[in-house]
């Protein structure tokens, strides 16, 4: 699980755990290209993977940080996708998260609604999932944003 010490991860990792589930954190460490092999080494045990990975959304979004929020987000997911492909055997599903920042500011919407929203959050939130689709076809995709 990549994000496992966020808000979201480390609540998700507790209840996974409690459950019955190993949970293999993946630090950012292994996101630097020079430890991509290491990367698909790790995954490569998981028959689920979850990306809940990028930087925190509660800081003053400067240039630099807005920089920092895509990478973290982008990059990740892609350095992700690549490292299930290299793998002979795949995971089954490979879920990955992006932020409420998908929807319309304004309106109620659900996780089959199609409408985006528009802004920096939304562009982030649009090229993460167009990352993540590009995982292969024999794993299974989940996003709570995905229609």
């Excluded at 292994?30 to 990028?54: H, M, Q, W, Y």
């Excluded at 350095?79 to 998908?102: C, N, W």
């Excluded at 939130?125 to 689709?133: P, T």
Aim: hydrophobic share 35%; proline share 6%; charged share 30%.
């Amino acid at each position: 699980m990549r994000g496992a010490t966020g808000f979201v991860g480390s609540h998700l990792q507790k209840f996974l755990q409690e459950r019955g589930h190993e949970i293999v954190p993946i630090g950012r460490e292994l996101f630097v290209p020079e430890k991509r092999e290491r990367l698909s080494e790790a995954l490569s045990s998981c028959d689920t993977v979850i990306n809940l990975a990028g930087a925190p959304l509660n800081r003053r979004w400067t240039a630099e940080y807005r920089r920092e929020i895509y990478d973290s987000r982008i990059g990740t997911t892609r350095a992700i996708v690549e490292a299930i492909r290299s793998q002979e055997a795949k995971p089954d599903l490979f879920i990955s998260a992006s932020a409420v920042g998908y929807y319309p500011a304004k309106g109620c919407y659900g996780e089959s609604d199609a409408r985006k929203g528009e802004g920096f959050l939304a562009d982030v939130c649009r090229n993460r999932e167009a990352e993540a689709i590009r995982v292969p076809p024999q794993v299974r995709y989940g996003s709570p944003a995905s229609p």
